[in-house]
């Protein structure tokens, strides 16, 4: 296919038997960037500020920080020095330093998949965000359709609620006035577009939306590995580095917000270091 003779380097043997790939890390900085992209990737922390109030606070952070020191940078670093002296894929990599690891590298292969199957989602919602906001946009339409429900009323499947809207009803042995609706833009993305289950036993419906979006992300990561690894080298350059840009501006403005003294020093409250010893906090 086009695509394999642009991305699979075609062996050639010089006479010291050292074979020269066409397809390699057009510079060094190429491959860092790609590296700490692989290590710091946005999509790895998006479940760590609920993971880390479910567990404790600075107790889970602390197991964390050391879990990351003590298995998984080694981990990282072998997995790099195996990939740069071999210069294979896992499974023949693997394979030429042992043929008994070649299932390691079998492994290896599915659970990416499998990893990459779970992240995709997170960029699937952004994709779908981007989608409604710029066609909110060009149909002249204020808001967007989980924040300002009732200007999209052909995308209602649930009863339309607005966060932050009024409202006032009466029941005959109750009376409620002026109740606010205080569920958050993140719920009500979920609750309109996602629709999850209640369980993992029902399968639901097919969610046409994140179906297409999910299949876009997908061919947006084969366009950007079809070519190898000298083009990939380029785009990871913006894939990696804008996010981080932008998780930083993000910080430097929560940093600068009132009462940023009062949530650090309830977030030290709230710690829980008895939960270092529960085995639950070192699975999650």
Request: aromatic share 14%; with cysteine; charged share 10%.
């Amino acid at each position: 296919m086009w695509f394999e003779e642009r991305s699979w380097s075609n062996l050639k043997m010089s006479s010291m038997l050292v074979e020269e790939w066409r397809d390699l890390w057009s510079i060094k900085i190429d491959m860092i960037v790609a590296s700490l992209a692989y290590v710091f990737a946005t999509t790895n922390f998006l479940s760590l500020p609920r993971l880390i109030l479910q567990n404790g606070g600075l107790a889970f952070v602390s197991a964390y920080g050391a879990s990351l020191l003590v298995c998984v940078l080694p981990i990282i670093v072998m997995e790099f020095s195996v990939g740069q002296l071999a210069g294979r894929s896992p499974v023949q990599a693997l394979y030429n330093m042992c043929p008994l690891f070649k299932g390691v590298g079998i492994a290896q292969i599915i659970l990416s998949l499998f990893i990459l199957a779970h992240m995709t989602r997170y960029l699937a919602w952004l994709m779908l965000y981007l989608f409604h906001l710029f066609w909110a946009i060009l149909a002249g339409r204020p808001g967007l359709p989980w924040l300002h429900c009732k200007n999209f009323p052909e995308l209602q499947t649930l009863p339309c609620e607005e966060a932050g809207s009024v409202m006032n009803f009466t029941h005959f042995s109750t009376t409620k006035l002026n109740t606010i609706s205080t569920q958050s833009s993140l719920v009500q993305f979920m609750t309109m577009l996602d629709q999850p289950s209640s369980n993992i036993a029902e399968a639901g419906h097919l969610q046409y939306y994140i179906l297409a979006s999910m299949g876009a992300v997908w061919l947006l990561v084969f366009l950007a590995t079809c070519f190898g690894v000298r083009w990939l080298g380029k785009v990871v350059h913006f894939t990696f580095i804008m996010p981080v840009v932008l998780l930083c501006l993000l910080l430097v403005r929560a940093l600068t917000l009132q009462g940023l003294p009062e949530i650090l020093m309830k977030f030290y409250e709230i710690t829980d270091w008895q939960r270092m010893a529960d085995y639950l906090v070192n699975f999650s």
